[in-house]
């Protein structure tokens, strides 16, 4: 017998990147008396790493709870980049409805219609939040009417039109239901998650049903399955079966050893937990995300959508340069390897693969950004390693012709920069299927192109809109395989002996083409220290001396000029490198090097190549 239980909601917050979902949980738990008057809580709370709270983007899902009117609140604040979007899907399994919050001034965007369209699919009760409406330039009234559009887009039903919507400024901690009503605190989008998203609803006589929806891991615990009880109750030392809908064989007893529930931010024990319950679950070593904990009795799994394929990847190398282990901690193939591994425990969509060579490993994963914040957060621990240029996963269809990953990109650009970015863009064969009007007298353009295209085209992309451009990518599937691109026409600059750089060698160089290194740095031959206007690469020396002479001139001593070098970050760097490159990663640089460092060992291979 169904049951309904009314003191617990389970909500989702989703949103696409930088409209404030982060910055309206701490609201909600500020509000709500989470935190202590005199406790100190720092800005999204929320985004628990270095790499979010520096970039300003949620890249793993967040279980928190509030308790309001003497209802339990399951929060999850869910990320809202596109090459994070299988983190999305599967918590939406978890709740039974959704906050979608949306800029008051840049209104719908590519990634709100992604986790929008996910909702609708699974059939939740959504509350639009229109945010930011404290910004000088916010059009709430117009974006209310683009997100009802976008419902209507998405086929939504009547029920799903008839949506409530809040007006926030999570900023400031308010929120009204009519923007004539000022206010000054949470309580209106609070009543509003209370009367809107409905109670969870299960059978607590039935045996135990659990979906495990994401996957949490800790040094001392190991492994902790989080998921929603759909059915019976979960107690501590209760024994198990766990199923999995798409691997019918799989059927293993196991035991709970701990159980919690999420109160505020902190995972708090319990000795059981009913329907409706989001719970934590330690002490199962191989849990997975889709598993269902069952009762022995009778092991029913419940369905759940298959996690995305990776569709882009790179080697990651053990250090061979000759300045490899003088910067950080951890050097080995045994370390990169446990640390690869290790990464598999709490990223699904990652793949880390061994290969032929002991010293490097095939990682896979979604996106550039998916596997750049990887080596951002293992740089940090100090680890050092050497990676290749990002490459996308090819597959054949049942003829034997080659398919590839392709991507819907949306480009919203001032007018006068849309011509370049059509015709960069068309190089690295992208299709324009739409052109249209954008908030904020921007246009709209709607691409079809390869996922390889995209490789090393956001700093071009930057550069050419002058930082005015929003560029969001969408995951379209595989498609045939459309032929080759050109990526980088200008060639490299190549120290051809090891030493420190010198101003005076560096002074010449600087003629050739644009300076990555300044005086004092360490280089080694083979290294990258610039790039050409040509085509080709061309080897200097940066660590010649000045002859010292019997004449002197007023001019000759005096200082020699060097224009500022060019710093580069870890996405542009990743996004130079060429196929013969390797990035060379450690805690305190990024350098650019040849795969192989021997000049004649170098050109050999390439007129093997050709």
């Known amino acids: 017998m169904k049951k309904t239980r009314e003191d617990v909601r389970n909500v989702a917050i989703i949103a696409h990147v930088d409209h404030g979902k982060t910055t309206l949980v701490d609201e909600l738990l500020k509000q709500s008396g989470t935190f202590r008057e005199n406790q100190e809580v720092a800005e999204r709370v929320m985004d628990s790493n270095d790499i979010e709270r520096e970039r300003g983007i949620t890249i793993l899902s967040k279980n928190t709870a509030v308790t309001y009117k003497n209802t339990k609140i399951n929060i999850i604040d869910t990320p809202g980049h596109a090459d994070f979007g299988g983190e999305v899907e599967r918590v939406l399994k978890m709740v039974n409805g959704v906050i979608l919050v949306v800029d008051a001034f840049e209104g719908p965007m590519p990634q709100t219609k992604f986790v929008l369209k996910k909702a609708l699919e699974l059939d939740l009760a959504v509350i639009v939040c229109i945010n930011k409406i404290d910004r000088p330039e916010a059009r709430p009234e117009e974006v209310e009417d683009e997100v009802l559009e976008l419902f209507l887009e998405l086929d939504a039903s009547d029920e799903q039109l008839d949506c409530p919507f809040v007006y926030a400024s999570a900023k400031t901690g308010s929120a009204t239901r009519k923007l004539t009503v000022k206010n000054n605190n949470m309580t209106p989008l609070f009543d509003t998650i209370l009367e809107h998203i409905p109670a969870p609803e299960g059978d607590p006589d039935a045996g135990t049903q659990v979906l495990i929806s994401t996957i949490d891991y800790n040094e001392y615990v190991g492994r902790i399955g989080v998921g929603k009880v759909d059915n019976g109750s979960v107690k501590v030392n209760q024994e198990v079966v766990i199923v999995n809908h798409h691997e019918p064989d799989k059927q293993k007893k196991v035991k709970i050893s701990k159980l919690y529930e999420y109160d505020g931010l902190n995972k708090v024990e319990v000795k059981e937990a009913g329907i409706g319950s989001i719970v934590a679950i330690s002490g199962i070593s191989d849990i997975h995300i889709g598993d269902t904990l069952c009762s022995p009795e009778n092991p029913q799994p419940i369905p759940f959508q298959k996690i995305s394929e990776p569709t882009i990847a790179m080697h990651f190398i053990v250090n061979d340069s000759p300045l490899a282990g003088q910067e950080g901690k951890y050097v080995t193939s045994r370390h990169l390897r446990d640390r690869l591994f290790r990464e598999l425990n709490t990223d699904v969509s990652l793949r880390v693969e061994e290969t032929d060579n002991m010293d490097a490993f095939k990682v896979s994963g979604r996106g550039e950004l998916h596997l750049s914040v990887l080596i951002e957060n293992m740089r940090r621990e100090g680890f050092e390693f050497a990676v290749s240029k990002a490459e996308v996963i090819y597959k054949k269809d049942e003829n034997g012709k080659l398919l590839e990953p392709m991507e819907t990109v949306y480009v919203d650009v001032p ?24 908030s904020g007298g921007y246009t709209r353009l709607e691409f079809s192109m390869p ?16 930082g005015n451009g929003i560029m969001n990518t969408q995951f379209e599937g595989y498609g045939p395989y459309k032929g080759d691109i050109q990526y980088r026409k200008q060639g490299s600059l190549i120290a051809f002996e090891a030493g420190e750089a010198i101003t005076y060698g560096l002074y010449n160089a600087q003629e050739r083409g644009t300076l990555f290194i300044g005086p004092g740095e360490k280089v080694y031959a083979g290294m990258v220290v610039g790039q050409t206007g040509k085509a080709e690469d061309i080897e200097i020396n940066v660590c ?31 996004d130079f490198i060429d196929t013969d490159e390797l990035l060379e990663v450690t805690p305190k640089n990024l350098r650019i090097r040849k795969k192989i460092l021997d000049p004649t060992l170098r050109k050999r291979a390439a007129i093997n190549k050709k």
Do not use: W
């Open 544 to 574: 010649k001396t000045k002859h010292l002479t019997n004449t002197r001139s007023s001019s000759a001593d005096e200082a020699l000029r060097l224009t500022p070098k060019k710093v580069m970050s870890l996405e542009q760097a990743l």
């Open 415 to 438: 007018e006068e920069y849309s011509g370049v970015v059509i015709e960069k863009l068309s190089l690295r064969k992208g299709e324009l299927q739409n052109m249209g009007r954008a």
């Open 451 to 466: 996922s390889r295209g995209l490789i090393g085209y956001r700093g071009d992309f930057m550069t050419d809109t002058k």
